[in-house]
């Protein structure tokens, strides 16, 4: 029977594939075929089986780790009404504008920020997008090396916490570990820094390398400008533009990283913290509290309504005994850990290419945490390079979602084929980072 859980698994694969609603298809095609099973086979699935769902529903709604959720989508969405990110941006190129690929080096630097403020992706890259792209372009910049600095640095909010894609990795390996040591949001956070850290290092290298080896491709701004851009009270915005910012991270991240907070708690001080932030910036109106308050609503639902169908999924794919029965071809196969460590990368590195990460999260992480279990591979070192590649197939054409993004805000004159061409070498920087953290995975742990 474990192989009709295959056929189960590769059917909804194909329909998410075709466009069908994530959610309903998760769901509903694994409760048909449950039912059609078991009324050919009324010893591998019964009725009785489906009486666990409700309490496994309501198991997944009273999560208390879930509702971090919400609250940093609250953080994200605010923090991207409340000016913050122009104000980062403004500052940052008076101050690095000065030397060549200044520009480049304040958008990977701002991009850093905000996803340490926000963990939402698709905000960021439009938002610097919107606001660095036309700028970047006037002062010189050849094109494929903005878009690229832009879409690369607008998708760190997927490894830098908070992000929510390592808190529903937590939760997805912790829910189906079987009693092995769980992966806690907290714990995955710290992990991440350290990863996220060296890959912003490695974006500022290159464009330091590229701008001195072709100085034409990000020309620097002239001292006459930059003392015009100043302006007066200039050292009081440097002042405001870094220090509001990096409070919520410290108040966020530090208090997770000190045990004075769980992410839950900590994720309320910076839900309240980017509304005062807001406030302070004079933004907050009733229209964006509004705004706010309904995309955190829509996006929140979306997440919990595939949750709820994956957690159908899960229940119908271990009754047909699909886990084991993918455990039992593993092993015929004598594939190593890294064998198989191999072949996940590979096909997540390409589902990437064609839907969201939070569907490839609830499809595969049920599916293959078992099988790490066999093998005792360390699943927090999975976790990190599953978020890692994630973030590069976000950036990889022809279906990259950044680029998809990207491409929707910018400038005429900018084409596909400008996001190709500027984004291949940070896919070759992403592709070595998780070469490095493979070899070393000690790396997830210098923070503890």
């Known amino acids: 029977m474990g192989f009709l859980a295959i056929i189960l698994f590769l059917l909804i694969f194909a329909l998410i594939l075709k466009g069908y609603p994530v959610a309903l298809t998760l769901g509903g095609v694994s409760t048909l075929f449950a039912l059609i099973v078991g009324f050919f086979f009324p010893d591998v699935i019964r009725l009785q089986d489906f009486y666990l769902l409700p309490s496994r529903f309501m198991g997944t709604i009273n999560n208390t780790m879930l509702i971090a959720v919400p609250l940093f989508i609250f953080m ?60 970047m372009l006037k002062r010189g910049y050849r094109p494929e090396l903005a878009t690229g600095v832009i879409a ?24 189906n570990s079987r009693g092995v040591a769980q992966v806690d949001v907290g714990t995955i956070f710290k992990a991440a820094i350290i990863p996220g850290v060296i890959l912003v290092i490695g974006y500022m290298l290159y464009i330091v390398f590229i701008s001195k080896w072709k100085p034409e491709w990000a020309p620097r701004i002239s001292d006459e400008e930059i003392d015009s851009m100043k302006g007066p009270g ?46 302070f910036e004079k933004r907050l109106t009733k229209d964006i509290l509004n705004s706010v308050m309904r ?54 590195f390409i ?26 591979v360390d699943m927090l070192w999975v976790a990190i390079l599953m978020a890692l590649n994630l973030q590069t197939s976000f950036l990889t054409p022809p279906f990259g979602f950044s680029l998809f993004y990207l491409k929707g805000v910018a400038p005429e004159g900018i084409t596909t084929q400008h996001l190709y061409r500027g984004i291949v070498p940070f896919i070759i920087i992403q592709v070595i980072f998780i070469a490095i953290v493979i070899l070393y995975p000690e790396l997830i742990y210098l923070i503890k």
């Open 76 to 135: 994200g969405i605010m923090l991207e009404k409340s000016g913050l990110a122009e104000s980062l941006l403004e500052t940052m190129s008076i101050l690095f504008g000065k030397m060549n690929g200044g520009l480049a080096l304040s958008v990977i630097i701002v991009g850093a920020l905000l996803a340490a403020s926000t963990g939402i992706v698709g905000a960021t890259v439009v938002t610097m997008g919107v606001i660095s792209l036309p700028v």
């Open 152 to 175: 690369s640095s607008g998708t760190l909010g997927q490894i830098i916490p908070p992000s929510v894609v390592l808190i529903l990795l937590a939760d997805q390996i912790g829910a």
């Open 234 to 279: 200039f050292g009081k915005r440097v002042f405001k533009a870094f220090f509001l910012p990096m409070l919520l991270i410290v108040a966020v991240l530090g208090s997770i990283l000190m045990g004075i907070a769980s992410p839950t708690e900590a994720a309320a001080v910076g839900a309240l913290g980017a509304t005062l932030l807001t406030i």
């Open 295 to 348: 995309q955190t609503m829509h996006l929140t639902s979306m997440v919990f309504l595939i949750l709820l169908g994956a957690t159908t999924f899960t229940l119908v794919f271990r009754t047909l005994g699909g886990d084991d029965y993918l455990i039992h071809i593993i092993q015929q196969a004598d594939l190593s850990a890294m064998a198989f460590l191999a072949i996940v990368m590979i096909v997540i």
């Open 351 to 376: 589902c990437g290419f064609f839907i969201d990460f939070i569907e490839i999260i609830f499809i595969f992480v049920p599916v293959i945490t078992p099988i790490f279990n066999i093998y005792e």
